[in-house]
């Protein structure tokens, strides 16, 4: 391997923590958000909302799309180069079962994050927030067409949480932080916690479109009427 191939092996290696497996965490704990129900949700989405748009796109593209197009490329290029031996029967190790399968999970990764891209973040942009990525609109889409988003939904989270839990184990061999067998059983140990938690964060954020039971209860028929709704002309500020 040339110098050069180095380089870019061990910045693909480094983008997959930092930023893209950093904004995945973020991303998925902040989709649970839903499990709280409309209000909580929409608040999320209207905090991205707010933030100034020079920084919202810089921060858009920069720390998020061109990293992530980086590993993505990079790591289609490793998958095309690499020789899979799973299939051979002298090498049906339980090593070699997860090694193909994180390639498999990447691949699939490039598919789902293309749709996801082109059905989230691009819809906002030209249809508004209000009709494509808030609350309301999520649970007819899930089970819009015979239910397929749902199903690249739930393949998408839990192959981007075995991507990324299998991804830290190796991440740590590959930099030299875990070097004994023992350091690196106990790594496995925590990556596979890593796998249960990141896809339960997406589970939840799912389960929370159809099903809120966190969201703050309505107020009573009485308590709204003993409330009169103020005319519309007074604004009711701070109450
Ligand atoms: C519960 C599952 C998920 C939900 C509800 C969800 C929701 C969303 C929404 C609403 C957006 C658009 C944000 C905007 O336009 O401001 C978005 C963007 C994005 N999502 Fe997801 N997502 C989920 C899972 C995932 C997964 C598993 C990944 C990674 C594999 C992912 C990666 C991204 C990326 C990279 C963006 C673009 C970020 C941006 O430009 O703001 N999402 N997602
Ligand atoms: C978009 C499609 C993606 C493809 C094609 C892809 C491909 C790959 C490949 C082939 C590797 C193994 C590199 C090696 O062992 O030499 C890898 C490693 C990794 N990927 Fe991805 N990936 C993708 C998306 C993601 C996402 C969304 C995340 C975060 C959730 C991520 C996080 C990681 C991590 C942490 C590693 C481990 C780095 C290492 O081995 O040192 N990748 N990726």
Redesign the pocket.
């Known amino acids: 391997m040339g110098k050069e191939n180095y380089f870019w092996h061990k910045l693909h290696s480094l983008t997959g923590i930092i930023p893209v497996g950093f904004?995945?965490v973020q991303?998925?704990t902040l989709?649970t958000f839903?499990f709280a129900g409309a209000e909580k949700y929409d608040a999320v989405?209207l905090f991205?909302e707010g933030v100034p748009p020079q920084i919202l796109w810089f921060l858009?593209i920069f720390v998020?799309?061109l990293p992530?197009v980086f590993h993505a490329i990079y790591g289609m290029f490793i998958v095309s180069r690499s020789e899979g031996n799973y299939s051979q029967a002298a090498y049906k190790f339980r090593e070699n079962r997860y090694y193909t399968l994180q390639r498999l999970s990447g691949m699939f990764?490039f598919f789902?994050?293309i749709f996801?891209?082109i059905t989230?973040?691009i819809q906002?942009v030209l249809h508004g927030p209000e009709n494509t990525?808030m609350y309301k609109n999520?649970a007819a889409y899930l089970l819009s067409f015979g239910g397929l988003p749902l199903l690249m939904?739930v393949l998408?989270?839990t192959s981007?949480a075995y991507h990324l839990a299998y991804g830290i184990w190796n991440f740590c061999i590959r930099w030299g932080i875990t070097i004994s067998e023992q350091s690196q059983m106990r790594m496995g140990r925590f990556s596979f916690g890593a796998f249960i938690a990141i896809s339960g964060l997406?589970i939840v954020?799912?389960v929370g479109f159809f099903w809120a039971p966190l969201a703050p209860k309505a107020k009573t028929v009485e308590a709204r009427i003993s409330q009169p709704a103020l005319p519309n002309h007074e604004i009711n500020y701070g109450r």
């Open positions: 904004y995945v991303h998925l989709n839903a989405i991205f858009k998020i799309f992530l990764l789902f994050l996801h891209y989230m973040p906002n990525v999520w939904y998408g989270i981007a997406g954020s799912l």
